[in-house]
């Protein structure tokens, strides 16, 4: 139980990361497509982010998460307002969905051939509060590149993984 609940505050730690930086942003920077990856903005990632927590937070009770049914809200990716708003309802339902370890059914297409039913796998609330944290530091990162390619800093610890943090705490340095 203390393990998931550290989890779910590992989870808010960087949904309230999202947050300020969406409030530093203006309007363009936000829902400006990034010319370094045309059809994808800021906003577009924080949208994919906010989708993967929702699924988990309505299946988390049944036992059974499907990414794959993601709202895909365009609402998420163009106001900032929206966006915000969003993951403060998320931060809310994590906070009060503090408790233990529970086992998942989880739901991912991964682009192989078998039938719907073979994407079905054995998981737990842990295994996917972990996959959360590492799904949302990993877009965070491209958030940066896009940042940087507009000359705007994000600041030196958003998007890099907990474990590189932990490593940079040493005095080391390493690819992030």
Known sequence: MAETNVLIEDNIGYLQQGLDLIASLDDRAYAEPAAVYPGSGIGSHFRHCTDHYERFLAGLAGGRVDYDQRDRNPAIESDRN?????????????????????PLDV??????????????????????????????????????????????????????????????KTGASCAQ
Not at 117 to 130: F, K, N, P, T, V
Not at 143 to 159: C, S
Request: glycine share 8%; charged share 25%.
């Open 82 to 102: 929206v966006a915000m708003n969003t993951i403060r309802t998320i931060i809310g339902q994590l906070e009060a969905a503090a408790g233990e370890d529970k």
């Open 107 to 168: 739901k991912m297409d991964c682009g192989d051939e078998s039938d719907e039913a073979g994407w079905w796998s054995r998981s737990s609330a842990r295994r996917e509060l972990q996959f959360l944290v590492s799904h949302t530091v990993h877009h965070y990162a491209l958030i940066v590149m896009m940042l940087k390619a507009r000359g705007i800093d994000a600041g030196p610890d958003f998007g890099v993984a907990p474990s590189t943090l932990r490593y940079r």
